[in-house]
T-cell receptor, first 110, second 115 residues
Framework: LAKTTQPISMDSYEGQEVNITCSHNNIATNDYITWYQQFPSQGPRFIIQGYKTKVTNEVASLFIPADRKSSTLSLPRVSLSDTAVYYCLVGEGGYNKLIFGAGTRLAVHP | EADIYQTPRYLVIGTGKKITLECSQTMGHDKMYWYQQDPGMELHLIHYSYGVNSTEKGDLSSESTVSRIRTEHFPLTLESARPSHTSQYLC??????????????FGEGSRLTVL
């Protein structure tokens, strides 16, 4: 199972774009990249998933370069309510354990 | 809205007691997981299941046990609780998929305190 590395913490201000990069040098051919968001005292919540290039949904974009050894979650115009921990997961469907890394603690300031 | 439920939400119990944390989902998901998380710390996978009668240990060693007799139910049991078991326990489920990982749906968690 591919190990992921993320920054421990990041700070931003309301209205700014935030980019969180995750490294996964040992990603396997069949692995997908998934990002989750977690607020205190709650379970993580799915944000976005991708395999290659770019994926966009109503809350975020995910950029994956051709070598797939990293990925970047982009949050446009963050607000105070985006303050949370963001986790990057790498794995495939079927028999996979879905291991969470340490995550990135994002603090959005007024 | 995810249909996965955990009970109890909060439990304070004395050392040596047996406890069972319940987790049920109504989505028909084959895969279910138990994660353990201390405040401000990362999630650790302690158990997972691919379906009925399938259970596996996760990456973090745990003295707890699980069972999967029905698709919708994945209880976690501690035979003799200790203060070191104090933590939040999060249950999750996802659809079986041969392709992408599928979205994990989490319950609200069970916060266990062992005195």
């Amino acid at each position: 199972l591919a190990k992921t590395t993320q920054p421990i913490s990041m700070d931003s201000y309301e209205g700014q774009e935030v980019n969180i990069t995750c490294s996964h040098n040992n990603i396997a051919t069949n692995d997908y990249i998934t990002w989750y968001q977690q607020f205190p005292s709650q379970g993580p919540r799915f944000i976005i998933q991708g395999y290659k290039t770019k994926v966009t949904n109503e809350v975020a974009s995910l950029f994956i370069p051709a070598d797939r050894k990293s990925s970047t979650l982009s949050l446009p115009r963050v607000s105070l309510s985006d303050t949370a921990v963001y986790y990057c997961l790498v794995g495939e469907g079927g028999y996979n354990k879905l291991i969470f890394g340490a995550g990135t603690r994002l603090a959005v300031h007024p | 809205e995810a249909d996965i439920y955990q009970t109890p939400r909060y439990l304070v119990i004395g050392t040596g007691k047996k406890i069972t944390l319940e987790c049920s989902q109504t989505m028909g998901h084959d895969k279910m997981y138990w994660y353990q998380q201390d405040p401000g710390m990362e999630l650790h996978l302690i158990h997972y299941s691919y379906g009925v009668n399938s259970t596996e240990k996760g990456d973090l060693s745990s003295e707890s046990t699980v069972s999967r007799i029905r698709t919708e139910h994945f209880p976690l049991t501690l035979e003799s609780a200790r203060p070191s078991h104090t933590s939040q326990y999060l249950c999750a489920s996802s659809e079986w998929s041969g392709g992408n990982t599928g979205e994990l749906f989490f319950g609200e968690g069970s916060r266990l305190t062992v005195l």
